[in-house]
């Protein structure tokens, strides 16, 4: 099988004013950057047919550290809705450049089912990361320029809840001491990292509706508390309209092609572990006024990404995705089934069978939303025809639909058979609307509990003394209605990430509360999970190289 750069470079692309003409938008509309990308203006978006269109999730069971094909699979189900007749388009996220030069080395779908360009989609795309990141940053500079100003007054603050943000992962930044070197440099102050998808700033992003949203949201955003326990905001500095001035051409959604030129809109990255885990609502609706189906998907497993697309993305957008599509693999099935993680990729009907277990749990959660689900099996070379088999007469019996799937290595040919059966349960059996997890009014513990109870199986929840601290601050502002965000690791339901199957019986502690007060959401800390993530012993990127002026590594 050739890499996917290989086959991305055999991929003769079309002008982007192409692609979106397929689309009805015209050409007069498309803002290019470069030949084959664009970013498409807001009011292109019509609510109207965003109700009327079909709107299908792609989420996965508890994945491995390889990953289990979600993006690959969203983009071959879009590209086989159209090889059966079908008008479909796919929203995803754009990937991170940590990442991209750690782990992952590409987050742009794979083989015959990718994301096109996918070197400008993996490295810069159209800066939109970038713009996120300056934003973020240029809020922290004039917060401190503003405490160095008033460190003689009575106007400073006495407690500080904004930090920087960098697009690389690096476990040295998560705690640092800045303004060192005299009174000429600052004030001296603990700080630290994140990287930039944990932004509160590229939550923003993803969840306004349109520049005036953006400017409210950004002008939110709590920096700290006065000496008087009031809260300080960005509002208070003076610089939300500066600040949204950095993120007006960032907020608007980029069009770009798959390898078989069906559109698609890749917009925002926030990541399911720290953040919520899905693209902008305005890529989402763009996509839904311009196609009859859309495919978009979520990070992670389904107890992380699905939870917070319909617990915050679709409550708050006012979205009813039709249809629930549940992505499994051999490997992943194994591994939960207790088979070691060097030997998932040998033929083991019993790890399969004894993993069936994870993938009844996301079923049950998937439809505790009232959402109707399908099982699609991402299908490897390594996959035995006993081992799909087994899975397929398991999800008969739980009354669930089922579909292998080829993408990888088919393209839309490999995705016929899911997108037939998509089509014809949204005909038949689409989903009703959504029911939530938990009310907007409830409590945050009883938001929380709800979570960890419904979703992940917890026995029981406990807070540190500085989550309870941050309760009441919660309370104080008035903001306990916003939705929660749950940040934990993403290879179990529980804390522990070496926990797999369905794990029973367990704690869930929570080590601290972020209030979004722009983004309008309660991240809640779980574990030991960071924000910043740090590079495994092999960085990808020791094998991302320019040969020839060719790009190589990007997977």
């Not at 035995?384 to 008969?396: G, P, W």
């Not at 339901?493 to 209030?515: M, Q």
Request: charged share 20%; with cysteine; proline share 4%.
């Amino acid at each position: 099988m050739k890499s996917d750069i290989a086959i991305a470079r055999e991929v003769k692309l079309r002008k982007i004013k192409e692609i979106a003409m397929g689309l009805e938008i015209p050409r007069n509309e498309v803002q290019n950057y470069g030949k084959y990308m664009a970013k498409v203006p807001l009011h292109l978006v019509k609510e109207e047919k965003v109700s009327q269109h079909h709107l299908i999730l792609v989420t996965a069971i508890t994945p491995t550290k390889a990953g289990i094909g979600k993006t690959t699979v969203s983009i071959g189900l879009a590209l086989g809705l159209n090889k059966i007749g079908k008008k479909a388009s796919v929203a995803l996220r754009e990937p991170s450049l940590g990442p991209v030069f750690g782990m992952k080395g590409g987050a742009a779908g794979g083989g015959y089912a990718q994301v096109l360009p996918m070197e400008n989609i993996n490295l810069h795309f159209t800066g939109d990361f970038h713009a996120v990141t300056s934003a973020h940053n240029t809020i922290t500079a004039l917060l401190d320029n503003y405490l160095y100003q008033t460190r003689y007054t009575c106007d400073g603050l006495k407690e500080i809840k904004w930090k920087r943000v960098l697009d690389v992962n690096d476990r040295s930044l998560r705690n640092i001491v800045s303004g060192l070197g005299g009174p000429a440099n600052g004030i001296p102050a603990e700080t630290g990292f994140d990287i930039t998808p944990a932004s509160e700033i590229m939550a923003i992003l993803c969840l306004a509706s349109d520049l005036e949203d953006l400017k409210r949201r950004v002008g939110n955003i709590l920096l700290g508390y006065t000496y008087t326990d009031e809260p300080f905001t960005v509002n208070d500095l003076g610089i939300a309209g500066a600040i949204t001035v950095l993120l007006k051409d960032a907020l608007l959604p980029n069009l770009v092609q798959t390898t078989e030129h069906t559109p698609a809109f890749v917009h925002g990255g926030p990541f399911a572990n720290i953040a919520h885990g899905c693209n902008s609502v305005l890529a989402t609706k763009m996509a839904l006024s311009h196609s009859e189906y859309v495919i978009t998907e979520a990070g992670f497993g389904a107890d992380l990404g699905a939870e917070k697309f319909y617990n915050i993305k679709c409550r708050k957008a006012g979205l009813q995705p039709k249809l629930t599509v549940l992505v499994a693999t051999a490997q992943s099935l194994k591994m939960h089934g207790g088979v070691p993680e060097s030997q998932i990729k040998e033929p083991n009907m019993d790890g399969i069978r004894n993993g069936l277990a994870n993938l009844d749990k996301h079923i049950e959660n998937i439809r505790s939303f009232g959402q109707q689900v399908i099982v699609t099996f991402n299908r490897f070379d390594t996959d035995t025809d006993d081992e799909i088999n087994l899975v397929a007469e398991h999800c008969r019996q739980q009354g669930v639909g089922f579909a292998v799937n080829t993408v990888f290595a088919e393209g839309g040919e490999g995705g016929r058979e899911l997108a037939q059966l998509v089509a014809d349960t949204i005909e038949n059996n689409p989903s009703p609307a959504l029911t939530y997890t938990y009310d907007d009014n409830d409590p945050v513990r009883t938001k929380v509990n709800k979570v960890a109870r419904k979703i992940y199986g917890a026995d029981s929840v406990v807070y540190t003394t500085l989550a309870d601290k941050k309760l009441k601050q919660i309370e104080s502002l008035g903001i306990a209605h916003y939705p929660i965000c749950i940040a934990k690791t993403q290879y179990s339901f529980s804390s522990d990430p070496k926990a797999y199957g369905v794990a029973k019986g367990f704690e869930l502690k929570v080590r601290d509360i972020i209030i979004n007060n722009g983004a309008e959401m309660i991240v809640v800390i779980m574990g030991e999970i960071m924000r910043m993530p740090g590079l495994p012993k092999e960085p990808q990127a020791k094998h991302i190289d320019i040969v020839n002026g060719m790009v190589e590594g990007l997977s």
